[in-house]
Each structure stands twice: as C-alpha cells, then as structure tokens.
C-alpha cells in the first residue's frame, strides 16, 4: 500500500525585479517633453515624436519617468495624444509660466493697458468656446476673428452701461484713476482701430490689442491663422482647448462670467450680459493663458 502523497501550496514566484531606469530612458524622456514645449510641432510630421509619444501610451513605467521630468520643470501635463501631442501648461511656480504684467509689458508701453490685454484673451476663449460643450467635444474647433472680438466686447460694454445708468452707478470715474475702472468701461473709450496715415491699426487700439493677443496664441501654438478677413481670422488647435478646458473654473474665467461677457452655463452662446452681474472689475492680472 502507497503512502498517500502530501500536497503542498506551490512555492510563490520571486517577484520581478523593477527594470532600472537608464540614462537612455531619462534622455527619452526629457526628449518627449521637449517636444511638448514646441506647441507648432505637429507629432504626424515628426516620427521621434511620434514614437515617443506610443512609448509613453504603451510603457506605463516611461510614462511615470516623462510625467516626472514635466513635473520637475514645474509643467503640468494635460493630454498626451496623437492629436496634441504632449500638452503641457505651466504651473504657477514654473520658470516657463508667462505672467499677464509681463506680457502686457511687452505689447504696451502703458502698463495700465493690461486691463485690456487681459480681456482680450478671455474675451478670445470665450468666442473660441462659448458653450460648454464646445470645450467638451475634443472634435470642435472654434473660430474667431480679430473685428468680431472687438464687436462683442463693445455690445457688452454698452449693455453693461445701460444698466450702470440705470442702477444710478458712477459711469464717468475719475479719469486720473484708471485701477479703480470697471474694465468695460475702459474699453469703451479706446479706439477700435485709432488712425495713422497709411490706415494701419495703432497698437494701442482695442484691436490692435486683440491683434497682438491673437497673434501670441498663434505663436503659442494655440490657434491658426485662416484668412485676413475681418482684421484676421482663426481657428482653435487641440492645444488650446485643453488650456482653456482646465482654466474654465479658474479665477480668470471667472471674471469673464462676472463682467457678463457671454453667459456660458445655460448652453448656448449669446453677447448679451448675465442677468445676475453684480460685480464688473476684471483683476488686472487675469488673462488667458497667463498666471496673476
């Protein structure tokens, strides 16, 4: 008679050894960031992009490495895809983040004008995606132009007066003052175009404002020039709706929607003010795509 045969639980397996990190995959990485900081760079015309891209998608430890080389750079990542490419955005602290003072610095002499610059960059989010659902449809492309952008902001600015008049609010504030401006009103007295000889736009006209807005989202890879039309003429590029899909709930968009701009929440696009507008200051720092 046999002896009965004693089973035992298998032996458990070694665990596997964690692939070390090479210098090759950090350079790899980095490299993919890199190209996430050329916002024109299109990853269907480059296959080292394009490749780095599938590794991040594929290899989940790579994708932690790149995520962390971002992190470092004080980048946060919004979408690694094939239709935009690493979108990176900076943070606050970042050594890459782009402040509205600085810009307005730069496109102006007159630092009070950043009220103005300001505007026209949320005022350009808000046209490019009016609705809701339009930052929510990956598919979508907004289009503006560099007229119509004046246009609804001025149909605001009149809206707003009328009921500044109508509550018995000051419309006429002390013109030595302009911080203390409601920005619409600021807006109001600009020139749309001002007047040179040759019929060019003066720089610190309100479209000549938004002409230099326009013009930093396109070199920012944000938007595209289509035409010359009605001062110019964009459409928004996937990048761009990602930037302005995660600044929706910021404090800058949420000066858009006080200053009553276009009511966005209800679904549909309009340019007459929100019905419940109490408070009609924009900060002077708030702006799209910029830090305060």
Same mark, same amino acid.
């Given at each position: 008679?046999?002896?009965?045969?004693?089973?035992?639980?298998?032996?458990?397996?070694? &665990?596997?050894?964690?692939?070390?990190?090479?210098?090759?995959?950090?350079? +790899?990485?980095?490299?993919?960031?890199? $190209?996430?900081?050329?916002?024109?760079?299109?990853?269907?015309?480059?296959?080292?992009?394009?490749?780095?891209?599938?590794?991040?998608?594929?290899?989940?430890?790579?994708?932690?490495?790149?995520?962390?080389?971002?992190?470092?750079?004080?980048?946060?990542?919004?979408?690694?895809? /094939? #239709?935009?490419? =690493?979108?990176?955005?900076?943070?606050?602290? /970042?050594?890459?983040?782009?402040?509205?003072?600085?810009?307005?610095?730069?496109?102006?002499?007159?630092?009070?004008?950043?009220?103005?610059?300001?505007?026209?960059?949320?005022?350009?989010?808000? =046209?490019?995606?009016?609705?809701?659902?339009?930052?929510?449809?990956?598919?979508?492309?907004?289009?503006?132009?560099?007229?119509?952008?004046?246009? $609804?902001?001025?149909?605001?600015?009149?809206?707003?007066?009328?009921?500044?008049?109508?509550?018995?609010?000051?419309?006429?504030?002390?013109?030595?003052?302009?911080?203390?401006?409601?920005?619409?009103?600021?807006?109001? #007295?600009? /020139?749309?175009?001002?007047?040179?000889? +040759?019929?060019?736009?003066?720089?610190?006209?309100?479209?000549?404002?938004?002409?230099?807005?326009?013009?930093?989202?396109?070199?920012?890879?944000?938007?595209?020039?289509?035409?010359?039309?009605?001062?110019?003429?964009?459409?928004?590029?996937?990048?761009?709706?990602?930037?302005?899909?995660? =600044?929706?709930? /910021?404090?800058?968009?949420?000066?858009?929607?006080?200053?009553?701009?276009? &009511?966005?929440?209800?679904?549909?696009?309009?340019?007459?003010?929100?019905?419940?507008? +109490?408070?009609?200051?924009?900060?002077?720092?708030?702006?799209?795509? $910029?830090?305060?």
């Amino acid at each position: 008679m046999t002896e009965p045969v004693e089973w035992s639980e298998p032996a458990a397996a070694a &665990p596997v050894a964690a692939a070390a990190v090479t210098p090759a995959d950090a350079a +790899d990485a980095a490299r993919l960031v890199a $190209f996430g900081l050329q916002p024109k760079l299109q990853p269907a015309r480059d296959q080292e992009y394009a490749e780095l891209l599938r590794r991040y998608r594929e290899d989940p430890p790579f994708a932690r490495l790149a995520d962390a080389v971002a992190a470092g750079l004080g980048l946060i990542v919004l979408e690694v895809s /094939s #239709r935009a490419g =690493m979108a990176v955005t900076a943070a606050e602290d /970042s050594v890459f983040a782009v402040r509205m003072g600085d810009y307005a610095r730069r496109a102006s002499a007159d630092s009070g004008d950043r009220f103005l610059h300001g505007l026209a960059h949320l005022a350009v989010a808000a =046209m490019a995606f009016p609705r809701p659902e339009d930052l929510a449809d990956d598919g979508y492309i907004g289009r503006v132009s560099v007229n119509g952008v004046d246009a $609804f902001v001025r149909q605001a600015c009149r809206r707003l007066e009328e009921r500044a008049e109508e509550t018995g609010e000051n419309s006429d504030p002390a013109t030595d003052a302009p911080g203390l401006e409601a920005a619409w009103r600021i807006w109001a #007295r600009r /020139s749309s175009t001002g007047a040179t000889k +040759d019929a060019r736009r003066l720089a610190g006209s309100t479209t000549g404002i938004i002409g230099k807005a326009v013009a930093f989202l396109t070199d920012s890879g944000f938007l595209q020039r289509t035409g010359d039309d009605s001062g110019g003429t964009y459409r928004t590029t996937a990048r761009y709706q990602l930037q302005v899909r995660d =600044m929706a709930g /910021s404090a800058a968009m949420a000066e858009l929607l006080e200053l009553g701009i276009v &009511p966005v929440t209800d679904g549909t696009a309009s340019l007459l003010p929100a019905e419940d507008t +109490d408070d009609l200051e924009l900060a002077a720092d708030a702006g799209l795509p $910029f830090h305060s």
